[in-house]
């Protein structure tokens, strides 16, 4: 069944591509476009063709529903499309509305005449997956907004708005009303003043001086591309444009292309890509669960957390009731969140008048009466269970019937929580990451009796809200914090077998974290790892203790809060210094524990931190923690830092061959670390010998 639709207004022939939900080039779409001008170019008594997309999209690009099937690669495929409609006989105009992207703006190009709504963005994405564009984008674009604007573009991915190219070769006219009724009247111009067939590839890429902009566009994109290989081929393939005749471009760039969906960067940041639409989908909520109306929120605690939860309600509209203790925690809390939006406007991120507006829907109260009428109340209290016991016994009290009971709690039992209510289907937990603001990760945590409307709501609400949620069962530390503690304890473990506290952040950082684990640690600040550890030693005794770690908070450094940690810091400065004081403790612990330090190489820091984490997720895997690995590895890219051109720990693991990774743990259970601990997870043992990855579920 084709996806476009052939109509005939008079002399000019319509074709409507119809593949919700953004026009994806797939197959179908594909074929049907050919077969129209086929269709066009048999009827004499139609003079030109008009090809136009939805009000949301003319073309999203690619369909990515066939990324990776045999049907990306079946003809027609997109270049076909293209040449076709740059050298049929009849003019072909395309008109241009909402999303114009990748291969939609790359077939747009193709035609002799484009005319757009002001408002339809124009993008060539395909460098956020790692990729250039393939079908002919690097090469036509510059000859229509010129090699600068082109390169910009190409280089960075971001959308513009049609009106910004008003009265450049990309746009012939931009239309402000109805866009079919201007296409086919730019149509009829075209027929009765009998137009040329213009084709974009016959223009010049034209640049002053090319050697010179060349070279500096190397050195600026180079420089902040770093560990992505595409930025820098965008050069090679836009120069190609300016240097060379057309053909020879499009051989440069479709080389280019080629080469680049091999390289791992491209594979990470597509993995990404999917990963990212995954987490939203839970095996037994299916997606049209019913879901409740979150009309206004309750916030409880205006400490680091609550007022960062706020913010992100405030933002979307939705009206936040911020309940605290005492007046004077009240006032901070609402000064802190005041703070942001003047830090924002001071900025230019954000207008006075929507700064305004958002404080405005700001109520803050010292009473849990206030909460009446609230859809949906967030705790965000002290980490402590007696604490969390009196207020969800207040909110059970006080709510209404339907309303949700989220936790943002990091470590205590959500059923334990939810068992304080007699509503224990309508408690969650939405675990946000500090600065709740700002992280884009919401983990978001079943309970054994969360209702599944509320899960669906939870997962709506962080659309709303714009963030990633990922689904976590209930375990100590839900899948980022757990997985976290075994990495950060081998970074820990090792600095007592040997490593420096440079090094160890060293290392990591070079394979590519955002921050090494352990200035990470002085940022989070040490006595919350301490508080955690001594509730750990407690339950499990033998467990192996982080003295170095224990030690230092002893010390009272706690990092940079108290100005030392791992580190030591300047007043007013979140430089991480070396501090000899940190060596000295490092070889006191060292000698009361009999260690011999010996020399650790950089890659057994990186590959006993990173399995640790590995290790640990296929565990959550087993357990039914976490629902898939790619659900893990997007906990990792969007909430710990763990560098997106590796596609996050599960993901890298499996590209360094699972079976690899087995071998290279081997070795790591004589050194100083947790007994067992360094045993293949079952999940990832079964992958390994059985050749599988991890979401193909080795059973
Ligand atoms: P915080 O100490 O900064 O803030 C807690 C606030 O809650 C304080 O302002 C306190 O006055 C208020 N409060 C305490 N009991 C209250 C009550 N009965 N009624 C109303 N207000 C009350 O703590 P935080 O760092 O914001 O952490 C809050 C929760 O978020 C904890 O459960 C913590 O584990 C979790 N969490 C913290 C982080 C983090 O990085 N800080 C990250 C994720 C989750």
Redesign the pocket.
């Known amino acids: 069944m084709s996806s476009a639709h052939f109509d005939v207004n008079g002399e000019i022939a319509v074709i409507r591509l119809d593949n919700p939900p953004v026009n994806g080039l797939g197959l179908a779409l594909r074929q049907g476009i050919v077969d129209g001008i086929k269709q066009a170019e048999g009827d004499d008594a139609i003079k030109a063709v008009v090809l136009i997309g939805s009000d949301r999209a003319f073309s999203g690009g690619a369909d990515i529903s066939e990324f990776g099937t045999s049907k990306m690669l079946a003809e027609p495929i997109l270049t076909t499309v293209i040449n076709y409609l740059e050298t049929t006989k009849k003019p072909v105009i395309a008109a241009i509305s909402g999303a114009c992207m990748g291969g939609g703006l790359e077939l747009a190009l193709g035609c002799h005449y484009r005319v757009a709504r002001p408002d339809a963005q124009i993008s060539l994405p395909e460098v956020k997956l790692g990729i250039l564009p393939g079908a002919g984008g690097t090469q036509r674009l510059p000859r229509v907004i010129g090699v600068e604007h082109a390169l910009n573009m190409i280089v960075s991915g971001v959308a513009v708005p049609a009106k910004q190219f008003q009265g450049s070769p990309l746009f012939d006219d931009i239309v402000d009303g109805d866009l079919l009724e201007g296409a086919l009247a730019y149509a009829k111009k075209v027929v009765s003043e009998n137009l040329p067939l213009k084709r974009v590839r016959d223009l010049k890429a034209h640049h002053e001086n090319p050697e010179g902009f060349f070279m500096f566009a190397r050195n600026t994109v180079g420089a902040v591309a770093r560990n992505y290989p595409a930025p820098l081929k965008c050069v090679d393939a836009v120069e190609a444009a300016v240097t060379k005749p057309f053909d020879q471009g499009m051989a440069v760039e479709r080389e280019a292309f080629a080469n680049l969906l091999q390289t791992p960067e491209s594979k990470a940041l597509r993995h990404a890509f999917f990963a990212e639409r995954l987490t939203s989908k839970i095996a037994d909520v299916p997606s049209d669960t019913p879901t409740r109306d979150i009309q206004k929120v309750g916030v ?8 960062g939860i706020t913010i992100n309600f405030l933002n979307a509209g939705i009206p936040v009731t911020l ?4 007046q004077e ?1 009240l006032d ?2 609402v000064a802190a969140i005041q703070k942001v939006y003047e830090g924002r406007v001071k900025k230019g991120k954000m207008s006075e008048d929507k700064a305004k507006a958002c404080m405005d829907l700001l109520s803050p109260s010292l009473s849990y009466d206030d909460l009446k009428d609230a859809d949906l109340v967030i ?5 402590d269970m007696g ?2 016991q ?2 969800f016994e ?1 909110l059970d009290a006080t709510c209404k019937p339907g309303a949700i009971l989220a ?6 039992d959500l059923n334990k929580i939810a068992s304080f209510t007699k509503r224990p289907e309508d408690v969650i937990g939405l ?4 600065p ?1 603001n700002i992280m884009k990760l919401l983990e978001v945590v079943r309970g054994d009796k969360t209702a599944k409307d509320v899960l669906a709501t939870a997962m709506k609400l962080a659309k709303t809200i714009k963030k990633t949620a990922v689904v976590s069962g209930v375990c100590d530390g839900f899948i980022g914090n757990r997985m976290i503690n075994q990495y950060q304890r081998e970074a820990i473990l090792m600095l007592e077998e040997g490593a420096t506290v440079q090094q160890i952040d060293k290392a990591i950082e070079k394979f590519g974290f955002a921050m090494g684990p352990l200035r990470m640690a002085d940022l ?2 040490g006595d ?1 790892g301490w508080a955690i550890r001594k509730r750990l030693y407690a339950e499990h005794p033998d467990m192996t203790k982080m003295v170095v770690a224990d030690r230092l908070c002893e010390m009272g450094r706690y990092g940079q809060k108290t100005g030392a940690g791992f580190y030591r810091y300047e007043p007013g400065n979140r430089n991480a210094l070396h501090d000899p004081e940190v060596d000295k403790v490092v070889d006191e612990v060292r000698a009361e524990l009999g260690i011999t330090p010996r020399k650790i190489s950089n890659r057994e820091i990186v590959e006993r931190c990173v399995y640790a984490l590995v290790n640990e997720g296929a565990r959550l895997l087993d357990e039914g923690i976490a629902q898939r690995a790619s659900d893990i590895d997007m906990v990792y890219l969007t909430g710990y830092g763990f560098p997106v051109f590796r596609g996050g720990p599960m993901h890298y693991a499996e590209e360094v061959g699972l079976p690899n990774v087995v071998r290279a743990m081997e070795p790591f259970a004589d050194t100083h670390t947790q007994p067992g601990f360094w045993e293949p997870a079952p999940l990832l043992a079964r992958c390994a010998a059985e050749g599988k990855r991890f979401d193909e579920r080795a059973k």
């Open positions: 409880i605690g205006g400490g680091t957390m609550g007022t309940v605290e203790m005492k925690g901070r809390g705790e965000a209290v002290f980490e604490v969390k009196s207020v207040t936790s943002n709690t990091s470590t205590l675990h946000f990451f500090s709740a989070a600040g919350i």
